[in-house]
């Protein structure tokens, strides 16, 4: 469905963010929210004063154990990303949690986002040991519907939980990913 070469990898070390990819994560997380895009940054405009520093943050958490970035990109360019995380407490190390999904507005409806979904679930599954992901999703953007035919489950909701502007309230959706198998 995409045209071009699409290439997804794994992102496991803050040495692997090269200042290449880290301007190529910071210009998509830009490009994504001030399109309207549900990944961090609730209030657009933002520029590169916001998003940089909080590329380098994930950057700087990244380990195989607990944080990766998968990224996709198109012909050499990034496309999209996101990022997979767990906590290492007992109780709750078996599921991890996606955050940031997103692919360039221009890339969107040629199947590099499901590209993304379903390679996250081999990557959660085989290279990290998860069995569950969970997810939380801005309601009213359309992306319980994108997760949801690619197999997620809504568990819950936390109604109004996101204020956007003042006659603006949102649920935020929980969803959930189980068994990881395709």
């Known amino acids: 469905m995409h045209s071009g070469s699409l290439d997804l990898r794994q992102v496991t070390s803050p040495s692997d963010v090269t200042p290449e990819l880290r301007q190529a994560l910071t210009d998509c997380w830009i490009e994504v929210t001030n399109a309207g895009g549900a990944a961090g940054f609730p209030f657009p405009p933002i520029d590169a004063t916001q998003a940089a520093p909080a590329v380098d943050n994930l950057a700087k958490g990244l380990a195989p154990e607990s944080s990766r970035l998968l990224t996709a990109t ?44 379903h390679a996250v679930r081999e990557v959660a599954r085989a290279d990290m040991g998860l069995e569950q992901l969970h997810l939380a999703a801005r309601a009213g953007a359309g992306l319980e519907d994108f997760y949801g035919r690619l197999g997620w489950k809504e568990i819950g909701r936390w109604p109004g939980a996101l204020r956007l502007a003042p006659d603006d309230d949102r649920d935020e959706i929980l969803m959930i990913l189980a068994p990881l198998q395709l």
Do not use: K, S, Y
């Open 74 to 117: 198109v012909d050499g360019e990034l496309a999209g990303w996101l990022n997979i995380r767990r906590d290492a407490f007992a109780l709750v190390a078996h599921w991890g949690t996606l955050h940031h999904v997103q692919t360039l507005p221009a890339m969107r409806g040629r199947g590099i986002g499901v590209a993304l979904m």
